[in-house]
Nanobody, 115 residues
């Protein structure tokens, strides 16, 4: 069964860090383009970062460049998102996604940045 399970969200103060994980099962994560998206209340879902299957080409959304880092671990079949210098506007539900056509989504993990 193909499944994505995110974890690592929580409440953090502005300027803090969090590391999100997305464990993949039922498929080999490195064979697909994998992405992190987020959706804040009242806003559309937006791309945070992606890593391509071929060449590992990485793309970041403009609002997170220089602060977030996407990575993957083949041994554990896990996608990561290291988030540093967090801002209140980073508050959202974060989702991982497999592929770009016939996509598969995880259930999401809440990140709240607040003092």
């Amino acid at each position: 069964q193909v499944q994505l399970v995110e974890s690592g969200g929580g409440l953090v103060q502005p300027g803090g860090s969090l590391k999100l994980s997305c464990i993949a099962s039922g498929f080999t994560l490195s064979l697909y383009t994998m992405s992190w998206y987020r959706q804040a209340p009242g806003k559309e879902r937006e791309l945070v970062a992606s890593i391509s299957s071929v060449g590992g080409i990485i793309t970041y959304g403009d609002s997170v460049k220089g602060r977030f880092t996407i990575s993957r671990d083949r041994a554990s079949n896990t996608l990561y998102l290291q988030m540093d210098s967090l801002k209140p506007e980073d508050t959202a539900v974060y989702y991982c996604r497999r592929g770009t056509v016939s996509t598969v989504w995880g259930q999401g993990t809440q990140v709240t940045v607040s003092s």
